[in-house]
């Protein structure tokens, strides 16, 4: 498996624009991450899904901010205007329910907001 | 919910030497218990885990040691080289939340040469 796929792996965009990041998890895996990492906040969760189903939002700063999972093998984060303090690297990971909760995470998106 | 403090936030040894980094956790519902290792520009890789009714695990130069009762865990690094430089995190699952992990902030180890 070629492991937790990110794309894009850099991103700059001008204040109030759109981003969206987009994760593919490793196959068979029934959870999915996104954490969002920073000097100043570390690695923090945002939000994660359950068989393509959201369970826990409460990280999702604003409402600027949304995710999607329209299947098993595809997820978008999205963050819509974007601002500069959304400046950051952000991870998706996933992990099977049975043998534990080892997280598989991706290479990350290095998002750049002028 | 879940909080994991983990200390200390930079650590510098030389090489050859051993490294100890020590998280808490205040939920004595959490039952799993990994570390994670993170390079310059990749995501965190998984590098040992312990289980709740495991009290150490070893794996070559990599230990873990969890005491319950304290709802303390530690990771031990022996013989440290250069390519053990990297930032290190704790994380403890939520019993009552499976798939999720709280992480430690990180601890940024440099072994020098």
């Known amino acids: 498996d070629a492991g937790v796929i990110q794309s894009p792996r850099h991103e700059v965009t001008e204040m109030g624009q759109e981003v969206t990041l987009r994760c593919k998890p490793i196959?068979?895996?029934?959870?999915l991450f996104w954490y969002r990492q920073t000097m100043m906040r570390g690695l923090e969760l945002l939000i994660y899904?359950?068989?393509?189903?959201?369970?826990?939002d409460s990280g999702m700063p604003e409402d600027r901010f949304s995710a999607k999972m329209p299947n098993a093998s595809f997820s978008t984060l999205k963050i819509q205007p974007s601002e500069p303090r959304d400046s950051a690297v952000y991870f998706c990971?996933?992990?099977?329910?049975?043998?534990?909760?080892?997280?598989?995470f991706g290479p990350g998106t290095r998002l750049t907001v002028l | 919910g879940e909080n994991v403090e983990q200390h200390p936030s930079t650590l510098s040894v030389q090489e050859g030497d051993s490294a100890v980094i020590k998280c808490t956790y205040s939920?004595?519902?959490?039952?799993?218990f990994p570390w994670y290792k993170q390079e310059l520009g990749k995501g965190p890789q998984l590098i040992i885990d312990?289980?709740?009714?495991?009290g150490e695990k070893k794996d070559q130069r990599i230990a873990v040691t969890l005491n319950k009762t304290a709802k303390h865990f530690s990771l031990h690094i022996t013989e440290t080289q250069p390519e053990d430089s990297a930032v290190y995190f704790c994380?403890?699952?939520?019993?009552?939340?499976?798939?999720?992990?709280?992480f430690g902030d990180g601890t940024t180890l440099t072994v020098k040469p």
């Open positions: 990971a996933s992990s099977q329910v049975a043998g534990g909760n080892e997280q598989f």
């Open positions: 196959s068979g895996h029934d959870y």
């Open positions: 899904f359950n068989n393509n189903v959201p369970i826990d």
């Open positions: 939920d004595s519902a959490s039952n799993y």
């Open positions: 312990i289980r709740s009714n495991v």
């Open positions: 994380a403890a699952s939520e019993g009552t939340n499976a798939g999720k992990s709280t």
